[in-house]
């Protein structure tokens, strides 16, 4: 018994301390509790929080020289998503050098993240990139606890006073390329290779589909695009496993991907040189140069576009860590903040598509279904491009949380006599009704499938745009889109 | 040709601990210099960006995770149960304290929510940890093969879990879920990222298992049961019991590990590698680091703890080196403590015949 005994008595005291440090911690630090309002989507969530109760903080002003750190989620050496954010670091810093100092953080995992941020903090570094949506709720306990630095986080939604939030989407240059893929492709198959099925992803999908299908089904393919999801942002193995099994089981010749390395186009170069074509669109970085042979086009991100935007802010004391609950970029091709292209010349410009496939895609024809002009896949692709760049009121509504929903607006009527409306809206949006698809399992956030079971119909009106909360809630596939699921 | 050979030397206590500071402050020197070459910062700055590691308040962070389970571990380790699954206990024991945070009505009461999250982490953590106990009890399995696969197993069910029936309503389809009632998160110290009261509870652990450990019968027993099994045997007390405790209570702390990283850090479940994130098995390192002593693991702790600080603040301002070469600084300073512990328990002889 004696040996009974000892065992619980080791419990009991594993018990014993585990609350008697609890307790002795809960009397030694002051609380006080906040109560917040966030809108989700079209819902708001409130939430409380507990923060330990600040000393009184001195109030805000502009530093003479403005220090800005990045925390990167990644290696800056993955070539993808860390990589471009780098890029644009490096812009800042060079271009205002004058007056701002930069530093990054590399590799950092979500429950490190505060730390960092502390360290950056003490360190005097007043602006705080976080650029993982990993980091979202870290930034924002972090926002509160610290109300003089200005943070902002990529791709997330949670805001506070000194939290902004910055996106540039990639939609309408998937919906280029799916064109381009559509003009190519010979058996009507195209396989994607995505990261995650979350909004941003799944918005890529469809765009691709949307733009395959407009070019494809002129030229008598049925088109299909075949998803296999990976489950991560990183991992070439499994991006290149993912690619394999589309190529060999679904027969596909285009293969498109989001994922942050090179190994999908690694695969197809390799393949072309085993005598098998298949075409490939690069992600995120310039990767023409991993597959000259079977590179078309790609998606280009520039973010400096948008870190200039904010640190020429902050300096002129626009941007305040009280006044940024509003701010959130959502940028698009207009903006230049995204570019058409797997390339960049020595010089600085881009190469949007490889001359390689140049003459195919003059030679097939098709017709505009705005116009109804024929003209060549060429033609089309730099016609819509143009379109979708060219959209002057567009990009002041981009910055703020307050107006995304005006930005699918076509024109604003001014009754002015010689100019009777002012557009806003690009006059080709990818996401235009007829379209029809089908609910995500397990999902349900946006105006389409909330409160449906998986796999209920969506069907979209002809002539009516999705707007900004559509695009950023979409939970559904176009009819075209075959989910294959997961490895 | 010359003959090589490791002899075991007996160093007087005073003289091996002098000799351990010494070699690990040589270490750090060879890490400044080399910061301060490859950066070409001066050896000054190099040497307060490396001091402001160590003195940074936020080592409790990682304390706070590591410290629990290498007291777990030395526990187990002493009794010869190699218990390799410190990583699946964790990540089970995040999965029992989000239960609770998230689907019961603990949730929602303050003080009550964070104990009982804690309390069913260690009670989840040392269930994963029984089946390969039972196993080597009943059937002689190899409980070190059995423990480490059964981090994998972990590791799926809980990317089960968050892709799947606890995905967040509110996560936009990441695999995540919902963030756990603020009343069940643990608060942290203003400026810091660590909480004080866990901080507090793992160094009561550490105090009481050196206890439980060095002057009760079982823990003497538990400690005899690595060296001498027939010995323990001799003296009456069961052998396998004393395996099973070892594992349990290496498991419950795992567990309890876990708990912390979600009520403290995340906030909220993820995907199994990412709370795990391999602190399960740098645990087991730094366990022998500690030689097994809880009391030892304290500094132990706090000087990985610190390294891992290291590698974020080289990163940063003047001195700033990227992150490969600031872990390979970090692997640097960690090889020095090994070849310290080395250096003061043998010696190398050179015979040239």
Redesign the interface.
Known sequence: M??LA??V??IV???I??????Y???Y??P?K?ITTTIP??AAT?T????????PQVPAYTVPEKIKA?WIYVG??GDFGWSYMHDVGRRVVAELFKDWLET??????????A????????K?G?TVIFTTS??FM??TF?KAM?YPNILFFHCSG?KRWKNMGTYFADLYQIYYLNGLMAGALTKTGKLGYVAA????EV?RHINAFAIGAKEVGAQLGKNITVYVIEI?EWYNPDKARAAAKTLVEQFNVDVLIFTEDSTAVVVFAQDLYKQGKEVYVFSHYSPMYEWGPDVVVSGQLVRWEVIYTDILAKVKAGIYRPDNLENIDYWYLLNTGAVDLGAHVYPNGSVMHINPKFIPKLKEAKVKDVLTGELVSVYDLVMRRYQQMKEAPLLQPLQGQALTHLLESLEKVETGAKYVPAAPIAPIFEPFTGPLKGYC?P??G?SRFCTGKPGYAEVNIPPGERLTHDDLW?M?FFVSWVAYQG?I | MPKVAIVKRELSKTVATVAKVLVILLGLLIAIALTSIITGASMELAGITLLQGFL?L?VF?YISTLLPIAVGLSIAFSASAWNLGAEGQLVIGAVGATFIALYTPFGRQE?VA??MA??FA?FLGALWALPAALLKMARGINEALTTLLMNFIAYHMT?YLV??PW?G??V????TTD?IP??A?I???????????????????AL?MQ??LYR????IALRALGSSPRFVELAG??SK?LFL?AFL?SG?LAG?AGGV?VLV????L?EGP?VG?GYGFTAIMLSWLGGLNPLLLIPASYYTAAL??LS??L???SA?V???LANAIVGSLLAFILLADFLTKYRLVIRWS
């Open positions: 004696a040996k000892s065992y008595l080791a005291l594993l018990i301390g585990i609350v008697a440090g609890y002795a911690g809960f030694t630090a609380q509790v989700v989507g969530v939430m409380t929080t507990t923060v330990t109760a600040t750190a290696p800056v530093t990054y953080v590399e590799n950092v995992r979500a429950d490190q505060p730390a960092v941020i502390d360290e950056l903090v360190k570094y949506f990993d709720d870290q306990d606890q939604y995650h099925t979350i909004p799944v489950g995500l397990e999902r956030y809630n939970d997961k | 940074n936020n962070v003080v964070p104990l804690l309390l260690s990317n892709k799947g995905r309503r509110a936009y389809g990441y695999p963030m603020v009343q998160r608060p942290t110290v203003p400026g810091y990222s660590f909480s004080w009261y866990v901080v507090v509870i793992c160094v009561v652990i009481l206890l439980f009760t019968k079982v823990g007390i069961s019991r405790i209570l419950a309890f990283k850090y995340h906030g909220k993820v990412i994130s891992y600080i974020f603040g990163q940063i301002g700033a990227g992150d490969a």
